[in-house]
């Protein structure tokens, strides 16, 4: 029996506790990172009232093969990938008196996170998606939950024009995916062909998690972070 290596580390917890928190931010990882990456991009985001939950891939990939090569190519390893979410999201959502919970997918991580929240339907404070998109060769229509837990969800979405790994059309057709399931999708992108988190994305991401928490503004992110793929 295949055993999920994802699941054999626990999430990493940076930032407030998550029992002071006023939000809990589930901060998933590229390719070739690791829960370090996103500690940076917490520091630049500076919320103090922010709980980061970030989980680590095995071999810091969440699957194998491009997000772009036929599902099967990536198999096992997406389904463990999913379930890796799943659990560790389905962890938080249980508590009781929890703060409101949202997803921060940087490129590996934001094609994760995109097939989750389409998959699973999720009732989520907030997504966020930089650099990424649905997983599979060809677009693909996804089917509205009974829930419609998507009615209320915004999802902001970044990406690079010209980025070296992630084209702009399954960018913006995963985009349409959203907004066919009820939600609110904000896409920027930017004529910058580094595949990072920039200045203005750190700024946007601020002032989102402002806006899912209602905390007042007041924090000035510094620096500035490459990434790899």
Do not use: I
């Not at 677009?139 to 419609?148: C, G, M, N, Q, T």
């Amino acid at each position: 029996m295949q055993t999920n290596q994802h699941l054999s580390q626990s999430p990493v917890s940076y930032g407030a506790p998550v029992e002071q928190a006023g939000l809990v931010v589930y901060g998933v990882h590229g390719r070739g990172q690791a829960p370090e990456f996103m500690m940076e991009v917490a520091d630049r985001v500076d919320l103090p009232d922010v709980a980061w939950l970030l989980p680590a891939a095995h071999d810091q990939s969440w699957y194998p093969q491009s997000f772009l090569a036929a599902l099967n190519e990536n198999q096992p390893a997406l389904d463990d990938a999913l379930e890796t979410v799943r659990t560790h999201l389905d962890g938080v959502l249980d508590r009781r008196h929890r703060p409101p919970v949202a997803v921060f997918g940087f490129s590996q991580g934001a094609c994760l996170l995109s097939e989750y929240l389409l998959r699973d339907q999720p009732n989520l404070a907030g997504a966020v998606l930089h650099t990424g998109g649905y997983l599979g060769p060809s677009e693909r229509d996804w089917a509205v939950s009974d829930r419609l837990t998507m009615a209320d969800l915004t999802v902001r979405m970044f990406t690079a024009r010209n980025d070296s790994w992630v084209p702009l059309h399954r960018v913006e057709a995963t985009g349409v995916a959203f907004r066919s399931l009820g939600a609110t999708v904000e896409l920027t992108v930017y004529d910058d062909p580094d595949h990072h988190v920039n200045d203005d994305s750190v700024d946007a991401l601020r002032r989102y998690l402002r806006q899912v928490t209602g905390s007042s503004p007041g924090h000035k992110a510094t620096g500035h972070q490459s990434a790899g793929h």
